[in-house]
């Protein structure tokens, strides 16, 4: 199997996963809303349920936000810039997510760590499995980023490359 097949295997399973958190948390909130207002009888355990898989697809969603670069940037400025340069910029604005991302996994992993000594109160599994997606969070993007790098060097180096500005572009 070629390396972009199995990055775009991975994407896929990423974006599978997220939208199966998605229907679980609509799912879990709206039975939380028909046991309380139509039972008159909460289910205790649907809240934290939810939270837990709203903070992995937001993980999950953000680190796909890396590869299509749909974060919000402040992008005046760069535009008038040629385009080599402007690729030049992203590339070094790149390395310094990449060593954020990097830093918040190092944390991250520790933190999760540290939660996993103490059980959630409602679901009873370890906090380390909420505090988990933020390392996990910080890894994904780190690989997405680099793929984005990698393909932006090629761009650098190719006579006949495509525009730069492809926000929507899937670069894995």
Do not use: C, N
Request: no cysteine; aromatic share 10%; hydrophobic share 60%.
């Amino acid at each position: 199997m070629a390396a972009s097949s199995r990055w775009r295997s991975l994407a896929h399973i990423e974006e599978t996963l997220a939208a199966i958190l998605l229907v679980f948390a609509f799912i879990v909130i709206a039975l939380q809303i028909v046991t309380r207002f139509v039972f008159r009888d909460p289910m205790f355990w649907t809240e934290e349920a939810a939270r837990y898989a709203f903070v992995w697809l937001v993980a999950l969603g953000a680190a796909e936000g890396v590869t299509s670069r749909t974060h919000i940037t402040m992008d005046i400025v760069p535009r008038m810039l040629p385009e080599r340069v402007q690729l030049l910029l992203r590339l070094v604005l790149d390395l310094v997510v990449l060593a954020a991302l990097l830093v918040l996994v190092y944390y991250g992993i520790f933190g999760a760590m540290r939660a996993h000594k103490v059980m959630s109160i409602a679901i009873g599994v370890p906090e380390s499995w909420l505090y988990g997606a933020l390392p996990v969070f910080g890894l994904l993007a780190a690989i997405r980023i680099l793929l984005v790098m990698a393909r932006d060097v090629r761009l650098l180096f190719d006579s006949g490359r495509p525009a730069v500005d492809a926000p929507s572009e899937r670069y894995l």
